[in-house]
Each structure stands twice: as structure tokens, then as C-alpha cells.
T-cell receptor, first 113, second 111 residues
Framework: NAGVTQTPKFRVLKTGQSMTLLCAQD?????MYWYRQDPGMGLRLIHYSVGEGTTAKGEVPDGYNVSRLKKQNFLLGLESAAPSQTSVYFCASSPGGSGNTIYFGEGSWLTVV | RKEVEQDPGPFNVPEGATVAFNCTYSNSASQSFFWYRQDCRKEPKLLMS???SGNEDGRFTAQLNRASQYISLLIRDSKLSDSATYLCVVNIADSWGKLQFGAGTQVVVTP
């Protein structure tokens, strides 16, 4: 039972490079999310999607773009990486609606040097 | 002011003891409340939802105080395996499923 799968798990980027994080879920969930987690800050929402073909900005969207071309996939792109984007990135999905459990992927550790 | 605030700890707890900690939230329109557990370098996982009347799940008890806008988690008979960071999570009513996360309370259970 895969649940939410993120790739890659670890990546080191140079400042200015671009990359894409891939998230895939096999639970047929409508909602998908990208969070970043930094020490002492808690999880902060970057972007989210409430269904295939939709995306919306979260709390900290600057410097990131997303796409949800297929229901099961949610891609997070960094067009020009900055050291401030060094973080742990978690993808998550949920059936949607208040009260529903949100399921997380195992995280992607990104370092920008 | 953060939407959801937690004491970061750590709470150092002898094995077998009871530990309790709170989480305060600022938005009075908050509808749903959860406790998630996060182990070091792992993803958060749902521990339990928090219901208005309070609820138990084994050794874990969660309470909600809407008047004072806080939720609490109590762990009885602490086990070494309870060592983790506990995240308080709040769902705002009109947020389309967006959750507000606290930064977490670290619990360390010692032998």
C-alpha cells in the first residue's frame, strides 16, 4: 500500500538551478498539498489543489510553482533555487472537507548551496 | 501571532509517568482539531482527532476547550516509543481543507 510517494528523497541544488519534486498518491484523493517544514516553524502550506487541473496558493507560495495535470500527481517546481528554500518538503493528500485525515509522504530533503 | 501555538518542550517524562500539554489556536471559527505525531526525520501521522466532548484512544486523551481556544493531549503510562514530536493541527472552517499546524511539542520518555 504505497499511499503518498515523493521523489526524490534527497537533493542538493546550486543556487539558481531548477528542479521538480514529484508527488503521487494512489488513494484517489481529491485534495493534494505541498508543505515545507523548517525548525521551529511548523509545517507551512506552499500550494494546494482541490482537484485535477486546479491549484491555489498557500501561505508561502513565492518561488514555487505547481501543477496537477492528473488526479494522482502533484508536482512542485523550483524555477531558480535559493538558499532560503533549503527545507524538508512534504506532500500530502486528503479526501477533502473539514475533519478528514491528511496523509503525508515521507518527505524530500532539499539543500540549496 | 501564530495561528496555532505550542510549547516546544522538550517534556522529559519517566517511563510509566503521565504527561500533558496544550495547544492554543487563534481563530474562533476553527472547526476540526487533530493531534499528529512526528518521529525524527519522518512524516507526520495522525494520532487522533479531537472531539468537542473529549475523547480517548488507549493511553491518549484529547480535550477541546472552545471557550479558551485550546486543545490538550494527555499521555498515560508513557512508553519509550511515545518519544516523538506532537503536532497540534487545526482546520479553519472556510479553508477548503487547509490545515494550520503548530510547530510541535517534543516529548522524550526516559527509562
Amino acid at each position: 500500500n504505497a499511499g503518498v510517494t515523493q521523489t526524490p528523497k534527497f537533493r542538493v541544488l546550486k543556487t539558481g538551478q531548477s528542479m521538480t519534486l514529484l508527488c503521487a498518491q494512489d488513494m484517489n484523493h481529491e485534495y493534494m498539498y505541498w508543505y515545507r517544514q523548517d525548525p521551529g516553524m511548523g509545517l507551512r502550506l506552499i500550494h494546494y489543489s482541490v482537484g485535477e487541473g486546479t491549484t491555489a496558493k498557500g501561505e508561502v507560495p513565492d518561488g514555487y510553482n505547481v501543477s496537477r495535470l492528473k488526479k494522482q500527481n502533484f508536482l512542485l517546481g523550483l524555477e531558480s533555487a535559493a538558499p532560503s528554500q533549503t527545507s524538508v518538503y512534504f506532500c500530502a493528500s486528503s479526501p477533502g472537507g473539514s475533519g478528514n485525515t491528511i496523509y503525508f509522504g515521507e518527505g524530500s530533503w532539499l539543500t540549496v548551496v | 501571532r501564530k495561528e496555532v501555538e505550542q510549547d516546544p518542550g522538550p517534556f522529559n517524562v519517566p517511563e510509566g509517568a503521565t504527561v500533558a500539554f496544550n495547544c492554543t489556536y487563534s481563530n474562533s471559527a476553527s472547526q476540526s482539531f487533530f493531534w499528529y505525531r512526528q518521529d525524527c526525520r519522518k512524516e507526520p501521522k495522525l494520532l487522533m482527532s479531537v472531539y468537542s466532548s473529549g475523547n480517548e484512544d488507549g493511553r491518549f486523551t484529547a480535550q477541546l476547550n472552545r471557550a479558551s481556544q485550546y486543545i490538550s493531549l494527555l499521555i498515560r503510562d508513557s512508553k519509550l516509543s511515545d518519544s516523538a514530536t506532537y503536532l497540534c493541527v487545526v482546520n479553519i472552517a472556510d479553508s477548503w481543507g487547509k490545515l494550520q499546524f503548530g510547530a510541535g511539542t517534543q516529548v522524550v520518555v526516559t527509562p
